[in-house]
């Protein structure tokens, strides 16, 4: 049996037509299995946290109950507290530490002069997140809501988002080998609730903030106070509002 | 004609190149993926199907009604229950609460978490030095925690 020009044309094209028909045919099937929170809208929200250093009493609150919330491993932080010691002039440098990330308080520390104040970390879910423009794989990505998330069956755990990352705020899951990070709590606040670390907070110095939403309070607090991010010189679109910030933060 | 037999050829190398491309995409490239950016959407309710551990403050007045204006009344007005009470989703759950009954506090670790004397606390921070202040006694042995002031 010889195949003469005229089927080997005709078939070539049946199947050049038929196999991408048969292509978004199964996206089709498979698309279907991805759905959504129903009542949770993606479109009508863009997070953001507010962080007034005035009112954090650094009791490691958030610590221990992001730690619980999401199952952060011990040693591991995706939120903690930081106290700077910020000694008179001239000195320069100021004296920054964390103990356990802020978990179990913090002991006194005495220094004539100086002031001191808490500053609690986590992720900025920056806007142009470095973070996301250097992942390899597209495992890490910023969602339509104003979050830095990581798709932990894509991420190869090669490590370049920990480093890119200009606040610290990435790990490597010890047990699994990939990137994990604060995820604003997203299991929490697509169900209305608030973020663990806000829920636990005694005295309001963080709250979780809607953008897109006209009568949430972030609106005034941007107004009427001097409100300032992390690492402004960076452009990375950082969303954590920090009021009362002092120069030294870094 | 007899020229352009190794062209047909060579087009049909092609297409069933493209056809080959087409299939492996198809088997690569996960389901939802580009559909908000690039990245595979079902990522998004992998991270949001995780159970919460706190229920937040509105469930527990539910049921604990009066507690919570017992709470409000005070100077404790807003602190959450679990900020005191730890992740209580398991016994807010309406239908049996009696499941994971919560192990009440112990106001001598509790309250110097928050009270404790530390000169980076803001100013207007009501805070003691417990051990003077105390004198090792519990603290509820005086305060009430849901209603400090005394």
């Not at chain 1, 320069?92 to 100086?114: N, T």
């Not at chain 1, 973070?131 to 990505?141: E, K, N, R, S, Y």
């Not at chain 2, 229920?55 to 679990?82: M, N, P, S, Y």
């Not at chain 2, 609460?97 to 009501?126: I, Q, Y």
Request: include cysteine; aromatic fraction near 8%.
């Amino acid at each position: 049996m010889s195949i003469t020009r005229r089927d080997l044309v005709t078939n070539a094209s049946k199947l050049l037509v038929l196999t991408p028909a048969a292509a978004a045919f199964l996206a089709c099937l498979k698309g279907e299995t991805a759905e959504m929170e129903p009542k949770y809208k993606m479109a009508d929200h863009y997070w953001a946290m507010t962080i007034d250093i005035g009112k954090c009493i650094g009791c490691g609150n958030c610590v221990r109950a992001c730690a619980t919330e999401n199952s952060v491993p011990d040693g591991y932080f995706r939120t903690w507290v930081e106290r700077y010691v910020v000694p008179a002039w001239p000195d320069e440098h100021p004296d920054v530490d964390s103990p356990d990330g802020g978990k179990h308080g913090f002991p006194p520390k005495e220094k004539a002069g100086a002031k001191s104040f808490f500053v609690p970390k986590l992720c900025n879910h920056c806007a142009h997140s470095p973070c996301v423009q250097v992942c390899p794989v597209g495992a890490t990505f910023e969602s339509p809501d104003g979050l830095v998330l990581v798709d932990k069956t894509y991420c190869l755990g090669c490590r370049y988002c920990v480093q890119a990352c200009p606040y610290g705020c990435r790990y490597i899951d010890p047990d699994k080998q990939v990137v994990d990070k604060c995820t604003l709590c997203y299991h929490r606040i697509s169900k209305g609730l608030t973020t663990a670390c806000c829920e636990t907070c005694p005295t309001s110095a963080r709250t979780l903030a809607d953008l897109k939403n006209p009568n949430d309070p972030i609106h005034e607090f941007l107004r009427t106070n001097s409100v300032q991010v992390l690492k402004p010189h960076m452009a990375t679109g950082a969303k954590l509002y920090y009021k009362g910030l002092d120069e030294s933060v870094r | 004609m007899k020229d352009a037999a190794h062209l047909i050829r060579l087009a049909a190398v092609f297409a069933a190149g493209f056809i080959a491309f087409l299939l492996i995409r198809q088997a690569l490239v996960p389901a939802g993926f580009g559909k908000y950016g690039h990245f595979r959407a079902g990522a998004l309710d992998d991270i949001r199907a995780r159970k919460v551990s706190f229920a937040g403050r509105e469930q527990c007045a539910i049921c604990h009604d009066d507690r919570v204006k017992e709470l409000h009344a005070g100077k404790h007005a807003g602190v959450g229950c679990e900020a005191c009470h730890e992740a209580q989703a398991k016994h807010a759950q309406l239908d049996d609460p009696s499941t994971g009954k919560p192990v009440l506090p112990d106001t001598k670790v509790l309250c110097a978490r928050c009270h404790e004397k530390n000169n980076a606390k803001p100013r207007g921070f009501p805070q003691v030095a417990t051990a003077e202040h105390s004198g090792g006694e519990p603290c509820k042995s005086c305060h009430n925690p849901h209603s400090p002031k005394l």
